[in-house]
């Protein structure tokens, strides 16, 4: 599971410099108009909150049952790590349905598109499964309180 979230943390990286890079080359140069550009811009950013959040959240990995406490990340890291994959899934499925639709077929555009459907398929497994343990630690240590909470009680 490390190597799995080293892997989508370096990926995800990749693809943040990429997006805002072309961001801006795109801003400065006019080569696109705005709302292609605002949205490589959005892409690049949520990218950053989603490699914070990678970051962040390696510790975590793998996933076993360990005494320390959690690190609390804020609900809008979560937010912006699933909008980050959310957008990937759309616009690789976008770009297929498109390319499929004008019956035009570029190697690369397919390429490109399968990648971003699937990082964003991971992103939000990733995600999914870091939640799915998160609630299933806090149950845990809520239930070994309590259980020291009676030992120490019969004291």
Request: charged fraction near 15%; aromatic fraction near 14%.
């Amino acid at each position: 599971m490390r190597a799995q979230k080293l892997l989508l943390t370096f990926f995800t990286g990749l693809l943040t410099i990429l997006n805002l890079i072309a961001g801006v080359i795109f801003y400065f140069l006019g080569l696109e108009n705005g709302e292609s550009t605002t949205a490589i811009f959005f892409l690049g950013c949520t990218g950053v909150f989603s490699v914070y959040f990678h970051i962040k959240t390696k510790e975590l990995y793998p996933f076993h049952e360990f005494n320390e406490p959690l690190e609390e990340l804020s609900k809008k890291y979560w937010a912006l790590h699933i909008c980050f994959g959310l957008v990937l899934v759309i616009l690789g499925v976008s770009t297929i349905v498109m390319a499929i639709k004008n019956s035009v077929y570029y190697t690369s555009v397919a390429v490109m598109s399968i990648l971003f459907l699937i990082l964003g398929l991971w992103t939000l497994l990733d995600t999914y499964l870091l939640n799915k343990f998160i609630v299933s630690y806090k149950e845990r240590l809520e239930i070994q309180e309590e259980i020291d909470d009676i030992g120490n009680s019969n004291i």
